[in-house]
């Protein structure tokens, strides 16, 4: 059986009770990050363990593991990248204290007395992980393409006459 993560936790909580959560969360349900997929299918496996380090401070150490559909910048073809993360998030309370922070975490801010959504983390993390620039790792692109220089047909296209030649034949058609 599926098990869905909380939609609302406090992480000092669980960070002072030393709770783990397990879980799923659908592509579908992160709506920032599918603005970046060429389809949805498929889920987040989540796992997060909260505690608190020698120094006192209040963390969050995750595991979150999918396969996203890209779309390669090269060849305009789907890709999959199978994701694999780790996090180490440091909880304050306020932005302020996220560089009172040492190195080894981001910071995750988490306002006074709010309850915060753990999907929204995950999807924070995703997000961040994101190539910038995808592309199959293999030359992904036919042939013909390599050898017909397609930087001459970029050319091409931006002779400065061709928007006259366009506007020319629309005066024409009426
Ligand atoms: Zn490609």
């Not at 997929?37 to 363990?49: A, I, N, S, Y």
């Not at 998030?89 to 801010?109: C, F, I, M, N, T």
């Not at 030359?139 to 930087?151: I, T, V």
Request: hydrophobic share 35%.
């Amino acid at each position: 059986m599926r098990q869905y993560l909380p939609k609302e936790i406090d992480p000092f909580r669980f960070a002072n009770t030393g709770r783990e959560l397990n879980g799923e969360v659908d592509l579908a349900d992160l709506t920032r990050l599918a603005e970046s997929l060429r389809h949805t299918d498929g889920v987040v496996k989540v796992w997060m363990r909260f505690d608190i380090d020698d120094t006192g401070t209040p963390f969050m150490e995750g595991r979150f593991e999918t396969t996203l559909s890209l779309t390669c910048e090269r060849c305009l073809q789907e890709m999959t990248l199978p994701m694999d993360i780790d996090s180490l998030l440091g909880l304050v309370r306020h932005e302020k204290l996220a560089e009172k922070l040492s190195d080894q975490y981001e910071p995750w801010v988490v306002e006074d007395s709010e309850l915060t959504d753990p999907v929204s983390v995950v999807e924070d993390e995703l997000i961040l992980a994101l190539p910038l620039v995808p592309k199959h790792e293999e030359n992904c692109l036919p042939e013909e393409a390599l050898f017909s220089g397609d930087e001459d047909s970029e050319e091409e296209e931006v002779k400065p006459n061709s928007p006259f030649s366009v506007l020319s034949s629309l005066k024409t058609k009426k």
